[in-house]
């Protein structure tokens, strides 16, 4: 499976920023699509997920209510809008692929910067 990430770039503080992952290869609806975020000189955190069978979502806490994962089954994409942005939301945004919460594949990452 691969996965390319993209859409990051510069963006005001109460803007928002809508990123792509497209995959392709041997993808599997009983995997979850997941982002990912990290910031510099932080660990890599979890952003949120969706379940590719049925497209059910859930979010870290840190941005429930203002980020929003979707999917596009004919594209094989997953989109990550993001609303509302902070400078704290600053990072390099991953996508990722698995299933059973281990996230076997990973994308190349895209840079956010949230200018205040």
């Known amino acids: 499976v691969q996965l390319q990430a993209s859409g990051g770039g510069l963006v005001q503080a109460g803007g928002s920023r809508r990123l792509s992952c497209a995959a392709s290869g041997r993808t599997s609806s009983s995997y979850a699509m997941g982002w990912f975020r990290q910031a510099p000189g932080k660990e890599r955190e979890f952003v949120g997920g969706i379940n590719w069978s049925d497209g059910s979502t859930y979010y870290a806490g840190s941005v429930k209510g203002r980020f929003t994962i979707s999917r596009d089954t004919a594209k094989s994409t997953v989109y990550l809008q993001m609303n509302s942005l902070k400078p704290e939301d600053t990072a390099v945004y991953y996508c990722?692929?698995?299933?059973?919460?281990?996230?076997?594949?990973w994308g190349q990452g895209t840079q956010v910067t949230v200018s205040s």
């Open positions: 990722a692929a698995g299933a059973a919460q281990i996230w076997k594949y």
